[in-house]
């Protein structure tokens, strides 16, 4: 999230973050979110006797805020169908693994022990079925031999904080659009896949580059 606000003020996108909306009133995001005098709602769910309570109060805060997109950022609760199907096309999820592999959760420690010499991290559409919306844009991620999941799940993060600014640009852009196949299109911007290399000695420190592209990025 941060990185999202980042990009659009330091690049003068013509955009605006209406709201950030989260589940954990704790969440540093929600109080940095308020140091940047954006507007916050915190909808938790210990404060409803029911899900379809929970469900009903997110929803009428996000209709209140009519964005043009949702952009879902570590929100670790699974959407109701119908919340989904409303904002179908208009929202947008960032998932740490190279989809379709690893879906759900705790996908660092299941890329190690797949042994999988790439990982990643995968933004798409979100649909009601989990982790399985269309594909905008990945990034590949480099698996070490001594790997932790600490450590790679640091740096598939780092990953995170280029790809997904860059499908946000591409979307206020108005490039991204789904096709009669259901898969995605960006225009002008071709391949969408991205590679982080780190060396042992520096693992923490990536190098990214776009496939097609030889801009990279140092992380």
Known sequence: MRAIVHRIRQQNLNAEVVAVVSSDPDAPGVAWAREQDLTTHVVAPAAFSTRRQWDTALADVVAREQPDYILLAGFMRVLAPGFVEQYAGRMLNIHPSLLPAFPGLRTHEQALAAGVQWHGCTVHFVTPDLDSGPIVAQVAVFVHPDDTAR????????????????????????????????????????????????????????????????????V
Request: no cysteine; glycine share 8%; charged share 20%.
């Open 151 to 218: 450590r790679l799940a640091d740096r598939v993060q780092l990953a995170e904080h280029r790809l997904y600014p860059d499908v946000v640009t591409w979307l206020v852009q108005g490039r991204v659009s789904l096709n009669k196949g259901g898969r995605v299109d960006v225009a002008g911007v071709a391949p969408r896949a991205y590679v982080a290399l780190s060396s042992s000695e520096s693992p923490a420190q990536l190098k990214i580059l776009r496939a097609g592209n030889e801009s990279s990025t140092q």
